[in-house]
């Protein structure tokens, strides 16, 4: 009885993958350097949709403020080249996945690269929103002029995060993510701001542009919280943990 339960297998045998001729030939140097050639350029493609995001942020701000017809369809035209790049980029990494099997960093790499690219692609989407304000109040500003300075300081304050957080991908700077929190702090003072003059009972323009502005002070606020996202995935992507936030 003894024997018999000597000759078996022990659990984990039978649980462990042990690694084969295949396993060897699949990471060969040559390929591993192909491999990361290819996070690089995924690595690439995020940075450029987050210029793109950048951009069209801006633009759709001046659109707004400026009741500028030809700026907002420009925005809303180019929506489109974010969203080609993010669908360009998911399949790309789904592809690397499948074909490499990554494990630790690289596979953190590429799970994250996919989250935010999904954030980026959203930032887009609430530029091209702004963008669609404008168009349909034209010729008309969107924008009364009690609120103009905040919506210009919500779309500074969108610009500087978004250049921020391009940064710190970039460089995977941990420290500068940290940051990321207290600049989105600075955005929901300003729609706090915004929303306190919607309800005050002075307000002179009416329901309707009070739901005007108060989704544009939304897509501002939701771009700011779409950057803190990305950044506590750089955050985690370089320390392999996840950011406290500190209240």
Known sequence: ?????NSLPFVKDLFTVHPSWH??????????????????????????MAVLVKDAMAT?????LNADLALAEKVIQED????????????RAINL??????????????????????DLERMGDLAHHIAKQARMRYPNCAVPPELTVTITEMGRAANA???????????RDSVRALEIESDDDEMDKLHRKLIGILLEDSWPHGVEAAIDMTLLGRYYERCSDHAVSIARRVYFL???EYAVVQN
């Open 80 to 91: 489109e080249v974010i969203d080609s790049i993010q669908h360009d980029l998911d399949a």
């Open 23 to 48: 396993h060897y030939l699949h990471y060969s140097l040559p390929m591993r350097d192909a491999f990361h050639d290819e996070l690089d350029s995924i690595g690439a493609s995020l940075l450029q």
């Open 161 to 171: 995060i978004i250049d921020k957080v391009s940064a710190v991908m970039e460089h």
């Open 97 to 118: 996945m499948a074909r490499q099997q990554p494990v630790a960093s690289d596979l953190r790499t590429l799970v994250t690269s996919l989250r935010m690219s999904a």
């Open 60 to 64: 759709a701000t001046t659109a707004l």
């Open 1 to 5: 009885m003894r024997e018999k339960a």
């Open 238 to 240: 370089v320390t392999g």
